[in-house]
């Protein structure tokens, strides 16, 4: 088992920043690659970035692309999202997720977090 707790959520304007991060306990957490998902209300959870079990490489969702940045430091077992830029329409919950491989389908993703929220008000 792997649990997952997001933070760093909170509200902030149009065109501002936040970090989240995901801190991970329970298996070896540099096993797993990582991503980042969101869900907005009455809509599906959505892919937002994916990075590989050693960080080296990354993927992004072309809404987020050269806005957010994913990074991890599998020393202190922590994935991070960097989002600056931000817009009204990234306002949603945002999940971590640890899976075995690489994808961009939640239903490839093992474990979840709970999430947090992020408000982009306009």
């Known amino acids: 088992q792997v649990q997952l707790v997001e933070s760093g959520g909170g509200m902030v304007q149009a065109g501002g920043s936040l970090r989240l991060s995901c801190l991970a306990s329970?298996?070896?957490?540099?096993?797993?690659?990582m991503g980042w998902f969101r869900q907005a209300p009455g809509k599906e959870r959505e892919f937002v970035a994916q990075?590989?079990?050693?960080?080296?490489?990354?993927y992004y969702a072309d809404s987020v692309k050269g806005r957010f940045t994913i990074s991890r430091d599998n020393a202190k077992n922590t994935v991070y999202l960097q989002m600056n830029s931000l817009k009204p329409e990234d306002t949603a919950v945002y999940l971590c997720?640890?899976?075995?491989?690489?994808?961009?389908?939640?239903?490839?993703?093992?474990?979840w977090g709970q999430g947090t929220q992020v408000t982009v008000s306009s």
């Open positions: 329970g298996r070896t957490f540099s096993n797993y690659n």
């Open positions: 990075i590989s079990w050693s960080g080296h490489s990354t």
């Open positions: 997720a640890a899976g075995r491989f690489r994808s961009a389908s939640p239903i490839q993703y093992d474990y």
